[in-house]
């Protein structure tokens, strides 16, 4: 065993001691659309291994970019500058298929999971109607949550497209908070950071100050178990390294 599973062991432990020994282990689908990194997914798979779930992930779509040498004229989704040039990265550059689409539907419906989460980009709101449905109909008894800065910003639009719970700021506390609640058929729609529609009354909760020591936190997951990615009209094992 290397020494980085070695930490990683030893602070599953830690963490798991902190678990209700009640709950019992829920199946998540962790689902990022155009992510070259994964940063933010990558945290959220640690913390969900931490508390004893099992994490599948899709990493649906990726990021091309594009490197220019003047402003254009209509900024981009995304864009910055670095060493002399503007990088773009927009989805338009590799659009979402239909047979990509019907891909997602597959693997969705395959793994058959208790809950997806979504980590997502608000630059991308245009495609979440799409994908939100795909996920109802593949899964139509799993729960959704979505996190990320554009569901903090916004939640309500989320809560439009029938997403569950939408994680608002730092997600690692709430999510863990949110799948213990929901293994132990527990009400949830009063966890710090969640927003919600609660009897159709939209609710958005206090969000907790942030953790000073990350320490205590999981290392972000770095594997190729349970790891898929959908790209150029084929789904294939992948990994986050």
């Known amino acids: 065993m290397r020494c980085m599973d070695l930490v990683y062991q030893d602070i599953i432990?830690?963490?798991?001691?902190?678990?209700?020994?009640?709950?019992q282990a829920m199946k998540i689908v962790f689902l990022s659309t155009y992510d070259l990194d994964n940063y933010g997914t990558r945290?959220?798979?640690?913390?969900?291994?931490?508390?004893?779930?099992?994490?599948?992930?899709?990493?649906?779509?990726?990021?091309?970019?594009?490197?220019?040498?003047?402003m254009p004229e209509e900024a981009p989704p995304l864009l910055y500058y670095q060493d002399g040039a503007?990088?773009?990265?927009?989805?338009?550059?590799?659009?979402?298929t239909n047979i990509e689409q019907a891909l997602l539907a597959e693997k969705l419906s395959l793994l058959n999971p208790d809950v997806i989460g979504f980590s997502w980009c608000g630059v991308f709101d245009n495609l979440f109607p799409k994908l939100g449905s795909i996920a109802h109909r593949a899964c139509p008894k799993a729960f959704q949550i979505i996190?990320?800065?554009?569901?903090t910003r916004n939640p309500e639009f989320y809560l439009q497209h029938r997403v569950d719970a939408v994680i608002r700021g730092e997600a690692e506390d709430a999510l863990a908070d949110l799948l213990n609640a929901l293994s132990l058929s527990m009400e949830w729609q009063g966890i710090a950071n969640i927003a919600c529609l609660d009897h159709g009354t939209l609710r958005i909760n206090t969000v907790r100050p942030l953790e000073k020591d990350i320490s205590c936190y999981p290392i972000p997951w770095h594997g190729k178990e349970n790891?898929?990615?959908?790209?150029n009209d084929s789904c294939y094992e992948s990994t986050m390294s």
């Open 227 to 231: 790891t898929y990615c959908i790209e």
């Open 43 to 70: 945290s959220l798979i640690g913390q969900a291994r931490a508390h004893g779930h099992e994490e599948h992930v899709i990493q649906f779509k990726k990021l091309m970019q594009q490197k220019i040498w003047t």
């Open 13 to 23: 432990t830690h963490h798991q001691v902190l678990y209700d020994s009640r709950s």
């Open 147 to 151: 996190a990320g800065y554009g569901p």
């Open 86 to 96: 503007y990088i773009i990265t927009d989805p338009e550059t590799n659009p979402v």
